[in-house]
């Protein structure tokens, strides 16, 4: 879910957000500490999958 809202709205979401759509999806509140971890670790997989698409 995180990776469809990002690709069409072209942005990241925000922590905010991002708690959001875990909370919709898997009924679970994550700490801020533990969001923006995985707010880094989702960014960094973005980003090397869009690069592997551009380059393909």
Same mark, same amino acid.
């Given at each position: 879910?995180?990776?469809?809202?990002?690709?069409?709205?072209?942005?990241?979401? /925000? !922590?905010?957000?991002?708690?959001?759509?875990?909370?919709?999806?898997? %009924?679970?509140? +994550?700490?801020?500490? /533990? !969001?923006?971890?995985?707010?880094?670790?989702?960014?960094?997989?973005? %980003?090397?999958? +869009?690069?592997?698409?551009?380059?393909?």
């Amino acid at each position: 879910m995180v990776r469809r809202a990002a690709k069409e709205q072209g942005l990241l979401p /925000t !922590l905010r957000e991002l708690g959001e759509i875990i909370q919709a999806s898997h %009924g679970i509140s +994550l700490s801020d500490s /533990t !969001l923006s971890r995985y707010a880094n670790k989702f960014h960094n997989r973005l %980003g090397m999958e +869009l690069m592997e698409e551009h380059i393909a």
